[in-house]
């Protein structure tokens, strides 16, 4: 299984950047799909999650201003992240798991945002 975070990079605030993650190796369609970042010096949090049915949950610190969506077809999940902040910054690993499970992960994108 192989996980592929793509879409990292340095933006000023306010900005937008998308991430990508396409995933080879599994049934795409029955794995949770979610974002994770770890900042320098922090706890990995939770971003956001899809469900298999395409329902997205997105952490508060995010919510209304970063989407997850994913499109089976491209076995792919999105973060769209919009009005970026400095406490944004962070490695951002895309996550596939069914249930409770760990998972497996991807190798991680960094998001650089400048004040």
């Known amino acids: 299984v192989q996980l592929q975070a793509s879409g990292g990079g340095l933006v000023q605030t306010g900005g937008s950047l998308r991430l990508s993650c396409v995933a080879s190796?599994?049934?795409?369609?029955?794995?949770?799909m979610g974002w994770y970042r770890r900042a320098p010096g922090k706890e990995r949090e939770l971003v956001a999650f899809?469900?298999?049915?395409?329902?997205?949950f997105s952490a508060d610190s995010v919510k209304g201003r970063f989407t997850i969506f994913r499109d089976n077809a491209k076995k792919s999940v999105y973060l769209q992240m919009n009005s970026l902040k400095p406490e944004d910054t962070a490695v951002y690993y895309c996550?596939?798991?069914?249930?409770?499970?760990?998972?497996?992960w991807g190798q991680g994108t960094q998001v650089t945002v400048s004040s």
């Open positions: 190796g599994l049934t795409f369609s029955r794995y949770i």
């Open positions: 899809v469900s298999t049915r395409g329902t997205p």
């Open positions: 996550q596939a798991r069914i249930g409770s499970t760990d998972g497996y």
